[in-house]
């Protein structure tokens, strides 16, 4: 498994290499011409997960995208349900990752240019001026190895939820094709892995079991009548959630956000199968059924913790 | 497989102390990088190159302009490392002194049914600080030590006090930290689960019937009797059991 995901990162990452080749690796100016004209394509679509910031013309700071990341990433992990992939922000951080391991090569190599001494690789090195100057690419490799953690734990829970859910995957993808397209939904090499994994999978089925049943019951699905036979995500689950609130903080230009007496803010929600109203107030931590509170985490209104 | 099963259910404590890591702190730098910068800027290019942060997940400037002693605000992890080549101070939280604690305390002692209002990622930080930052504390480290034990203790009676109120329905926890919420969380959403279900198979059929379908009947007719039964047993049966 750990092969797979080393595939993929290695994939998405030769792919922002490839638009960087244009311009002159070695020069800052460049890079970041050429890093913005890619930012400019992509943001052309909506980002349909998480509405970053106020005006959709400007780029996300790189710190906005990473704590975007960090949110994403834990919503994941808390979701019983695969989340939408993220394309524009992991786009941007998957080159700007490749390009922060170029600077850092450069960097480097510099170093081993310029000092003649023997212990100029050594961190901690005797020399106090050398120590000194070597702190910011101390400090520059040790966040992207942050952001590479980060990252890598997000594709495997996706990863793992697309094994868990591939039978699932395929029967909406069937059913509805125009609502929700898997391609939206998936990375390219997502999509890959997952249409071999389900591939795989059905032909174990088949080969192993639903071949030697009688014809009239060999289907993957067979709810005539009955209960349906792929597993769903239990979307009654319960999660914790975290209430947010609007993305700018201006909770007038929310229309859904009531005003309490007690001057707090609160979502009203609805448990259909209690028909009860609780009020989520900003701030505030719950315990939630999850398909209560799915409208508002796809807004970015509350948060999985 | 891709992700062990231990990891489905909550984050890891390393995770937790991940999160927390990105999160910000008060710092007093013992070294300037502001000048060092001007000057390797004279001297040559390639210079200003090796000594200019370019960070991805944070404004590199506070870093470009650290000046000694001049209080500036870091991630938490970047004032670890800082500290660790001893480059910088770390300004302890006013809520991490003795008296400090000493007030959330007393806020437990007389409000039974609530929590106070500590930073939800204080057992994470506190913890760190005390390993890694201990000279920079002015208070006792063992007196800090033994009221974040007893801030500890005491809520986590209240919590366990609390599981009584678990229900079918919902549950708030305002103030609770990030590693207690951690930790109580398989258990709660498991019992609540369950609760649900119980709850769900007391209902008239047709409300529950699209809802809880999810689980895989191996046997037509007893699907629809015992929703919740056909629930908890689906793991064990394929497709989920042959491939995970």
Redesign the interface.
Known sequence: ?DV??EDILAELNTDSTAVDQSGNPFSDINNNNNASTLYNESSSYPETNLKTNATSTSIPS??QD??NL?ILW?NE?CAPELLPYPHNLMTRMLS??QE?ME?LE??SM??LG?QHSTTTTDTTGNNPVN???M??????E???E??K?VIR?FI??R??KI??FS?YLRQINEENESISPLQDFLSKDEMIYYESHSEI?LK??NDTILKHLPPNMQAINDNTG???????????????IKVIGPQNKIFNTDPILIKGDNGKWYYEVI?P??Q?R?ELIID??????YKVIKDLLMEGKVTL? | ???PAL??ET?SPE?VQ??VE?QKIKIFPR?TTNK?RNLSDSNNE?ND???????????GRA?ETMIVMKSTEVTL??AL??KQ?S?CNIIIPEWLTVRGLELMLQYEKRNVDRFSALPWDWLVVSEILFKQAADDFNDPIHELRNRIQDLKEIRQMKVLQGLKYLN?????????G?LE?NEL?PF??TV??KL?LI??SG?PDE??SD?Y?????DD?GM??MLNSD?NMS?SSV???G???
């Open positions: 498994m797979d995901i790189p710190q990473y704590n960090i834990r992990r700007r990752i922060q600077r450069i960097i510099d170093f310029q120590n000194n100057n702190l910011p690419l101390l400090c520059m040790a966040e992207l942050r952001i953690f734990s495997r829970c990863l793992s094994d868990k039978l999978l174990l089925f009955t209960v349906p036979m792929i597993d769903e995500p239990d979307w009654n689950k319960f999660v914790f448990i199968e209690l009860e609780v505030s931590i719950y315990v939630m059924r913790i | 497989m891709s992700l990891l489905q984050f995770e991940f999160i990105n070294i060092r390639g190159d090796m000594s200019r942060w370019k960070m991805l997940t944070m404004d870093l992890w970047l490392l800082l080549q480059k079918e329905s919902h549950l708030q926890l305002d103030n609770l990030i919420i969380r709660i959403v609540m689960d649900r709850h769900a209902q409300e529950e809802e379908g999810e689980g895989n009947a037509v699907g629809t056909t689906s394929p497709p989920n042959t491939m995970l």
